[in-house]
């Protein structure tokens, strides 16, 4: 897997990552699935006006992210860029978690979509040293800011790849979001199946390129003249 690849590889994942959120959103009483502030900000109101059954429907997509992301930590074990089988894996999770609101009840769908964003979150992916946020955006419009903001300081050492980057994710997730939200209005639940399929089949593809990487921590010197880097 070459680095132009990789890029296209993480665009697909925000993109899709978008389209569960978009749907989510939708779908489901304007509620968000792949970022939690605004849930957290829920959960203070909710409390101030003493709803405590607002509180746990909110606290419960949040408590279902945070597992998600606990599940991630524990498959992928640490925060060093590397192309783990294990991300493979997680990624074909997230498609067939995300198969399961078709024969659910509808009121658990979105704890589902919860415990799979923060299953996708949950992995460490970078890209020239660019750490890529797949499904939040606040992150990378910050970062796009930051280097907007350098460029017009004249700062010198800022690449250009790293203003590209979450300018790539913002445009990824928009677009996932926009065909998301196009196919749930037209299929509804069967949406699930085409973005679980989609997901299973990077999830695939991620194995095939990985195999065929000579360089799987991307630092530009070859695994096999690297010392103690291991088949993880």
């Known amino acids: 897997m070459d680095k132009k690849l990789l890029l296209v590889w993480m665009c697909i994942l925000t993109g899709l990552a978008g389209a569960v959120n978009a749907i989510s959103i939708f779908g489901y009483d304007g509620t968000t699935v ?134 790539v994710a913002i445009i990824s997730f928009i677009v996932g979001g926009i065909l998301g939200v196009l196919l749930y209005s037209q299929l509804h639940n069967t949406t699930f199946f085409i973005a679980s399929s989609i997901y299973v089949i990077v999830g695939l593809v991620y194995f095939i390129l990985r195999y065929t990487c000579i360089d799987k921590n991307f630092n530009d010197i070859p695994d096999e003249l690297e010392e103690n880097i291991e088949d993880k």
């Open 34 to 167: 792949s970022h939690l502030t605004g849930l957290v900000s829920k959960v203070a109101i909710n409390i101030t006006q003493g709803n405590l059954d607002g509180v746990w429907e909110v606290l419960r997509i949040i408590l279902l992210f945070f597992a998600g992301a606990v599940v991630s930590g524990i498959v992928t074990s640490e925060r060093a860029f590397y192309l783990h089988k294990r991300y493979g894996f997680i990624i074909i999770s997230v498609g067939l978690l995300l198969v399961v609101p078709y024969f659910i009840p509808e009121k658990y769908d979105l704890l589902v979509f919860a415990f799979a964003m923060g299953l996708q979150n949950g992995m460490v992916v970078s890209f020239r040293g660019v750490v890529v946020r797949m499904t939040h955006m606040s992150g990378n419009v910050t970062d796009l800011g930051v280097y907007v903001g350098y460029k017009i300081r004249g700062n010198k050492n800022e690449k250009l790849i790293t203003g590209l980057i979450p300018f």
